[in-house]
């Protein structure tokens, strides 16, 4: 079986300019998270989709974030314009099942850098 | 304030010797608590998690955690260190407070194992 999968691996973009990361949950998974760790800090909590609709997107840092899930599948997010201060690993998680125990599976993360 | 907390942020161990991983959490209510480890260009990976049904939890790769709710700790142990072990450790927490998706991360442990 497949995990999730998190497309690309590694993006360098200027100032100003735009990037969409893109994951492919674990197939069957209603839920989708996205995370990201700046350089040296924890690992930070961005939103929770259930199928397409955001259950929790208190995490996002300002509007220039946008996620989305269409269909309920993948997820995209893209950052608009890209500031430096955004730089980091993006995490992409999914879980099957409703539960405060439930295991989240995490992807190889998109490096993200700013320059 | 910091929901969870661990102590130390490398941490350097001999092969054959004891592992032991510092979390602290900060709830008045016992939470949810998980260990990740990421190994090298690797996702996350869930190694155990307490869900109040034992405070004695064991996990993969001969790992185990116990919860001590009198001093809000979650530490992570293994007997006897292998090579493999050298990754970086997450304390990771569900807090009743929060949507029942959301994990909030420590800064993780980097661990090194020397021969």
């Known amino acids: 079986e497949a995990g999730v999968t998190q497309f690309p691996s590694h993006s360098v973009i200027e100032k100003g300019q735009t990037v969409t990361l893109r994951c492919d949950p674990i197939s069957g998974h209603d839920n989708l998270y996205w995370y990201r760790r700046v350089m040296g800090k924890e690992i930070k909590f961005l939103l929770h989709?259930?199928?397409?609709?955001?259950?929790?997107e208190s995490g996002m840092p300002n509007n220039r974030f946008l996620a989305e899930r269409t269909g309920g599948t993948y997820s995209t997010l893209k950052v608009q314009p890209a500031e430096l201060e955004d730089s980091g690993v993006y995490f992409c998680a999914s879980s099957q099942g409703t539960g405060w125990d439930t295991e989240a599976f995490f992807g190889q993360g998109t490096r993200l850098t700013v320059v | 304030a910091q929901s969870v907390t661990q102590l130390g942020s490398h941490v350097s161990v001999s092969e054959g010797a004891l592992v032991l991983l510092r979390c602290n959490y900060s709830s008045s209510v016992p939470p949810y608590l998980f260990w990740y480890v990421q190994y090298p260009n690797q996702g996350l990976q869930l190694l155990l998690k307490?869900?109040?049904?034992?405070?004695l939890v064991k996990g993969i790769n001969g790992f185990e955690a116990e919860f001590k709710k009198s001093e809000t700790s979650f530490h992570l142990t293994k007997p006897s260190a292998h090579m493999s072990d050298a990754a970086e450790y997450f304390c990771?927490?569900?807090?009743?407070?929060?949507?029942?998706?959301?994990?909030?991360f420590g800064a993780g442990t980097q661990v090194v194992v020397t021969p």
């Open positions: 990771a927490v569900r807090l009743s407070g929060d949507s029942w998706g959301k994990l909030q």
């Open positions: 989709f259930v199928k397409e609709s955001k259950q929790d």
């Open positions: 307490y869900t109040s049904a034992a405070t």
